[in-house]
């Protein structure tokens, strides 16, 4: 079946680090793929997507660009804040009758000051 | 524009009692999901609805756990009788279709069995 693997974490930076969150998928056809985030006390939510191979998402500063020959989505964002501390989930879609959302395990980012 | 409204937030209830869930989707939303969260993993499909039909119920543990959509809005999800091991946080999601993809999450109920 279809399933995300997301790197083992959790990982600590220093503000204005280069960030790099990798994400590698398994899946039959051509699925959707999102970075889902989660800060402390909240709901996910959604932070980008992208849709098609060569497509970059993109938001607050962050970046991924779905790779079909790796079959990877890994995260990015040049220089982090200590706002950005929080669980960051991959995820993967399909549209139509097995419309489902499968989530990798997440992984928890602490931004240090 | 309101988001995915769950309540409670907390409960704690021993283990064999009932517990229900309550979920409010955006205004509009046809599509509305309900994901189990355990410690440390990602959410994982329960059940999803289309409208009051429930179109994907593969993943419920249908023995203790139920759920139901009246009207194709608010949705109710029940526990009955509780065990330890469900110990997790219920949430509860939408969107405006299941081609549409993009799915708004609630800040979900936090579940403790003792």
């Known amino acids: 079946g279809d399933s995300v693997t997301q790197m083992e974490g959790p990982v600590t930076l220093s503000e204005e680090a280069f960030l790099t969150i990798n994400c590698t998928y398994t899946?039959?056809?051509?699925?959707?793929l999102f970075w889902y985030v989660q800060y402390p006390g909240e709901g996910l939510q959604l932070l980008l997507k992208?849709?098609?191979?060569?497509d970059k998402g993109s938001n607050k500063g962050f970046e991924a660009t779905y790779r079909k020959e790796t079959t990877s989505f890994h995260l990015e964002k040049g220089s982090v804040q200590v706002s950005d501390s929080a669980v960051y989930f991959c995820?993967?879609?399909?549209?139509?009758?097995?419309?489902?959302?499968?989530f990798g395990k997440g992984i928890t980012l602490s931004v240090r000051p | 524009e309101a988001g995915v409204v769950q309540s409670p937030r907390y409960k704690i209830i021993e283990k064999k009692q009932p517990v229900a869930f309550w979920c409010n989707p955006i205004s509009g939303h046809n599509t509305l999901y309900w994901y189990l969260q355990n410690l440390g993993q990602g959410p994982e499909l329960l059940i999803r609805?289309?409208?009051?039909?429930?179109?994907?119920d593969s993943q419920l543990p249908k023995d203790r756990f139920s759920a139901e959509r009246l009207k194709g809005v608010d949705s109710t999800l029940k526990i009955q009788p509780a065990e330890l091991g469900d110990s997790a946080v219920y949430l509860c999601a939408s969107s405006l279709s299941p081609v549409g993809e993009t799915q708004y999450f609630g800040p979900g109920t936090r579940l403790l069995v003792l």
């Open positions: 992208a849709t098609k191979a060569d």
């Open positions: 609805y289309e409208n009051e039909e429930a179109v994907d």
């Open positions: 899946a039959t056809g051509y699925p959707s």
């Open positions: 995820a993967l879609s399909k549209t139509g009758a097995n419309s489902k959302l499968t």
